[in-house]
Nanobody, 123 residues
Framework: QVQLVESGGGSVQAGGSLRLSCAVSGDINNMYYIGWFRQAPGKQREGVAVIGSRGSTVYRDSVKGRFTISQDNAKTTLNLQMSSLKPEDTAMYYC?????????????????WGQGTQVTVSS
């Protein structure tokens, strides 16, 4: 079991920055991937950025160069630094974890989820 609690969402104008955090507890050392996902109204949930157990990272193309995922050494906090935000980044952002080695950015392969934090970017 893994418990995930997100924080740091809010409203920002286009071009601004936000930092999301996810407090992680439980059996995190048995998770292969942990990362950030988002879901906009009327759209499917999509992977944003994930980090593997050995520190490798995967980003969706639309956020490369703008978002950075990071994790503290104890793996108790997962962060997502978001810069140059665009209105299309508006969504509920979720922290999620999985034991599956092939999960990558696929939301369906994650079975531990936080409650989400809202990010709204205005033009």
């Amino acid at each position: 079991q893994v418990q995930l609690v997100e924080s740091g969402g809010g409203s920002v104008q286009a071009g601004g920055s936000l930092r999301l955090s996810c407090a992680v507890s439980g059996d995190i050392n048995n998770m292969y991937y942990i990362g950030w996902f988002r879901q906009a109204p009327g759209k499917q949930r999509e992977g944003v950025a994930v980090i593997g157990s050995r520190g490798s990272t995967v980003y969706r193309d639309s956020v490369k160069g703008r978002f950075t995922i990071s994790q503290d050494n104890a793996k108790t906090t997962l962060n997502l630094q978001m810069s140059s935000l665009k209105p299309e980044d508006t969504a509920m952002y979720y922290c999620a974890a999985t034991r599956l080695r092939l999960a990558g950015l696929a939301p369906d392969m994650y079975n531990y989820w936080g409650q989400g934090t809202q990010v709204t970017v205005s033009s």
